[in-house]
């Protein structure tokens, strides 16, 4: 506000009186919020908010969902960054990500120490490894936003920079070293209303708004006056709004009629799973569910159910072909094979019925089912006894046609990567997703997976069969919505009608390139303007 003002002026040492304006800031003018938030986020402080922030961010996943801190734990991180040094801004993005994958992920340690018989001591040491290898993304991200646009203002860095950052920050961690996009922001979306942008841009796309959110939040906090925290407060709600509103558009359309599908659910332990005595057994487990359902058109057994190579189970599986046949159903099983020519093995699905057609599995695990740097690691994997395979990586996407539909499959974590899941698409009318999360015991890893399932869906507008060995199974719709639900850790034969779907989503047309240039338009925006802002007098 202005007053006048008569007190004396100096100029060149000389006092004079001549009435002037003055200009006096209110209470809450932009120095004050600058001084409240250094005096919030100095020194330990700001480092102790980082990891705090981090921590809670998984708590916004499956099975907790409580989605509205996948806006809230980025905000916080935002506020530190913008009070802290180039260095600061790393330290505290390294103490977010601590707290964000040493919760997140957790269940790695789960799968070493147990199932993979690792011993106790290694597999701390290679959890607390992981953990720090991811922390290292938002630590770098941190350095490089606040070295290199520091000049472009906090609007820009809240509302352009530090969103656009971070989800590609998110597609660099999807693809990088073979890639781990594993609790990206936008999944933790699946029940809210931003998920409505998926069929349009995908889970990135979803990431961005969030990431857009947590920004405009601390637009709101920040805001000097009551008027600019309403703008700043209506934009979030529009955005929210017309997000959600996308969420009940329907981008594909039905197929034929609806086909019943049962998903079989054996319930073997990880550690009996290869045990050869047992191999009997477990054949005939599947085989007797499988006999209790032939009133269904499709049966899916899960990842690796049949534990035999295909070649030797193959007398089995003729017979069970000619059942199949007798009462019109096909079947999809998980099985390892072995090509006789190359002696290559590889992790696949074969369908039995009408058609016998594999899928191989293209996406592997590394120092699971793959060694990278085999000549290199070799040695150093034997010493350390980390159980290992040697998997060979499959090449085709195509669908097979099973059921009288086109199914696209993928195996284990493969459905972590929507843009390889979209390869198979839109020829595809209904995705399948095997998996054997025994591996993860009674961790948040399989809540995690499933929910990464449903995302799947939602982007491609096609209902998607999970089949597990332990759980979680389900069924999900063309909306991403869970239909039908087996019970974690029962044997369990869970039977659902689904609808096939045809047509495709934007996202399924063009994929994460769109968005990936989008994003990077927005980052030379931003340094454009960083660049004026430090050449300006």
């Keep these: 506000m202005a007053i006048q003002n008569t007190s004396p002026c100096r100029v060149n040492n000389t006092n004079y009186y001549q009435p002037r304006v003055c200009i006096v800031t209110e209470l809450y003018s932009e120095p004050d919020v600058a001084a409240r938030s250094q005096r919030i986020t100095r020194g330990w402080r700001g480092d102790v908010l980082a990891l705090f922030a981090g921590a809670l961010l998984p708590l916004a996943y499956a099975p907790f969902n409580f989605f509205p801190l996948a806006v809230l734990a980025p905000a916080a991180l935002f506020y530190v960054w913008l009070q802290s040094t180039p260095r600061g801004a790393a330290r505290r993005g390294l103490l977010f990500g601590i707290g964000l994958f040493g919760i997140g992920v957790s269940w790695v340690f789960v799968s070493m120490y147990g199932p993979g018989g690792v011993g106790l001591g290694l597999s701390i040491f290679l959890t607390v490894l992981m953990v720090l290898v991811l922390a290292l993304f938002p630590a770098l991200l941190g350095y490089l936003v606040r070295r290199y646009f520091t000049r472009a203002g906090a609007r820009w860095q809240l509302l352009v920079i530090f969103p656009a950052a971070w989800v590609v920050c998110e597609w660099v961690r999807g693809w990088f070293l073979t890639g781990f996009p594993w609790l990206l922001l936008g999944y933790s979306q699946i029940d809210a209303p931003l998920a409505g942008i998926a069929p349009l841009a995908g889970v990135y796309g979803v990431s961005l708004l969030v990431a857009l959110s947590a920004g405009g939040l601390v637009m709101v906090l920040r805001a000097p006056r009551g008027a600019e925290r309403a703008v700043y407060f209506i934009a979030l709600t529009a955005l929210w709004l017309g997000a959600g509103a996308f969420k009940s558009r329907p981008w594909t359309q039905p197929v034929d009629g609806p086909l019943r599908v049962t998903l079989l659910q054996g319930n073997i332990p990880q550690d009996l799973k290869w045990v050869w005595d047992l191999r009997g057994p477990t054949i005939d487990l599947y085989s007797g569910l499988t006999r209790e359902h ?225 994003l990077l338009l927005m980052l030379s925006a931003g340094a454009v303007n960083s660049r004026r802002a430090r050449s300006a007098p």
Excluded at 446 to 467: C, D, K, N, S, V
């Design 294 to 518: 032939w009133d269904s058109e499709l049966i899916v057994w899960p990842e690796t159910a049949l534990p035999d190579f295909f070649h030797n189970a193959e007398p089995f599986l003729d017979g069970l072909a000619a059942e199949a046949r007798e009462h019109g159903a096909d079947l999809l099983l998980g099985v390892l094979y072995q090509d006789p020519a190359t002696e290559r093995y590889y992790n696949s699905m074969v369908s039995v019925g009408e058609v016998q057609n594999f899928y191989h599995k293209r996406h592997l695990v590394p120092f699971t089912e793959y060694l990278p740097m085999k000549k290199l690691l070799g040695g150093i994997i034997d010493f350390m006894q980390v159980p290992m395979s040697d998997f060979s990586a499959g090449s085709d996407p195509r669908p097979l046609p099973v059921a009288g539909q086109k199914v696209g499959i993928s195996i284990c974590y493969e459905d972590a990567f929507g843009e390889e899941v979209i390869q198979g698409l839109p020829e595809a009318t209904l995705l399948v997703n095997v998996s054997n999360d025994a591996w993860f015991g009674e961790s948040i890893a399989p809540h995690q997976h499933l929910q990464i399932a449903r995302m799947r869906a939602l982007e491609t507008g096609r209902p998607l069969l999970r089949a597990t060995n332990t759980g979680i199974s389900a069924v999900i719709d063309a909306g991403g919505r869970v239909q039908a639900i087996a019970p974690q850790f029962e044997i369990y034969a869970l039977s659902a009608s689904v609808q096939p779907m045809r047509g495709a989503t934007p996202y399924v047309l063009v994929g994460n390139t769109p968005l990936v240039i989008a």
